[in-house]
Nanobody, 126 residues
Framework: QVQLQESGPGLVKPSQTLFLTCTVS??????????WAWIRQPPGKGLEWMGV???????YYNPALKSRTSIHRDTPKNQITLQLVSVTPEDTAVYYC??????????????????WGQGTQVTVSS
């Protein structure tokens, strides 16, 4: 059974850099042929696709967030990381990682993913 667990600081100050980690268990990030995505949901709003990294290490980003977002993988630790620079209160959201066998850029429907983490709350406030 594949499980995804997000973790992060919870509270970040404006202008700082947010670092989040998604720990994967039950599947290999490289041989499992999954696409690993980050998706977020601001309070009272819909889901927003942030970007994805493939099993081969290729990355694709939401054009609206591309200048501030980096997704990497730590294969020895079986983790996906998200870096979001210059955060503002508008970046306050629940952040999710998800895994899919197919690459669908911009996908936010849970039906399009094989696995979905429980999410981690991030608040940007001074």
């Amino acid at each position: 059974q594949v499980q995804l667990q997000e973790s992060g600081p919870g509270l970040v100050k404006p202008s700082q850099t947010l670092f989040l980690t998604c720990t994967v268990s039950g599947a290999s990030m490289t041989t499992g042929f999954y696409y690993w995505a980050w998706i977020r949901q601001p309070p009272g709003k819909g889901l927003e696709w942030m970007g994805v990294i493939s099993y081969s290490g290729s990355t694709y980003y939401n054009p609206a967030l591309k200048s501030r977002t980096s997704i990497h993988r730590d294969t020895p630790k079986n983790q996906i990381t998200l870096q979001l620079v210059s955060v503002t209160p508008e970046d306050t959201a629940v952040y999710y990682c998800a895994a899919a066998k197919s690459l669908i850029l911009g996908a936010t429907s849970k039906d399009l993913y094989d696995y979905w983490g429980q999410g981690t709350q991030v608040t940007v406030s001074s």
